[in-house]
T-cell receptor
Framework: DAKTTQPNSMESNEEEPVHLPCNHS???????IHWYRQLPSQGPEYVIH???SNVNNRMASLAIAEDRKSSTLILHRATLRDAAVYYC??????????FGAGTTVTVRA | DSGVTQTPKHLITATGQRVTLRCSPR?????VYWYQQSLDQGLQFLIH???????AKGNILERFSAQQFPDLHSELNLSSLELGDSALYFC??????????????FGEGSRLTVL
């Protein structure tokens, strides 16, 4: 299975951008890069995904390196509600997502 | 609200017992996935069903079994429970094969405590 590496934790101030890095040096050409987040006491929530091009949605932006060996999730203006564990995941088939330890994001008011 | 419903939300039982966790996927979703989240193991994929058929198995113990019914709801059966089975069990659903988003919609989970 292709693996991802994320920092254990990151801190941010409210209304500032947050850049969450993810390394996936063994990614294959067909792997999609997915991001999910899990707020306390809730199930994981889809954030964004991409294959090769950068992606934007209402929640975040995903910047993918040209060689696809790394990516960065960007939360443009962090709010207290964005405090969560963020998971970077490679979807290597249609059957499942393999979650790692993720990055715990703390947002300071 | 993801549209995925899991019951019960909390369950306390004793070692050696058997429990059934239930999941109703989002309307129209044909795929159901089960995940286990414990403090020391993180989120672990257990099993995937698509339109009533088992499609993939992950780290699911032989004491655990699941099925998906014709109305697409799914049940996860856990038997001969051990203390280590205490965890959050999540169900997720997706519209497998209809798009390439791969987005999974997770329920709020069933918290199982084995005493």
């Amino acid at each position: 299975d292709a693996k991802t590496t994320q920092p254990n934790s990151m801190e941010s101030n409210e209304e500032e951008p947050v850049h969450l890095p993810c390394n996936h040096s063994t990614i294959s050409g067909t792997d999609y890069i997915h991001w999910y987040r899990q707020l306390p006491s809730q199930g994981p929530e889809y954030v964004i995904h991409g294959l090769t091009s950068n992606v934007n949605n209402r929640m975040a932006s995903l910047a993918i390196a040209e060689d696809r060996k790394s990516s960065t999730l960007i939360l443009h203006r962090a709010t207290l509600r964005d405090a969560a564990v963020y998971y970077c995941i490679l979807r290597y088939n249609d059957y499942k997502l393999s979650f790692g330890a993720g990055t715990t994001v703390t947002v300071r008011a | 609200d993801s549209g995925v419903t899991q019951t019960p939300k909390h369950l306390i039982t004793a070692t050696g017992q058997r429990v059934t966790l239930r999941c109703s996927p989002r309307s129209g979703d044909l795929s159901v996935y089960w995940y286990q989240q414990s403090l020391d193991q993180g989120l672990q994929f257990l099993i995937h069903y698509y339109n009533g058929e088992e499609r993939a198995k992950g780290n699911i113990l032989e004491r655990f079994s699941a099925q998906q019914f014709p109305d697409l709801h799914s049940e996860l059966n856990l038997s001969s429970l051990e203390l280590g089975d205490s965890a959050l069990y999540f169900c997720a659903s997706s519209t497998y094969g209809l798009s390439n988003t791969g987005e999974l919609f997770f329920g709020e989970g069933s918290r199982l405590t084995v005493l």
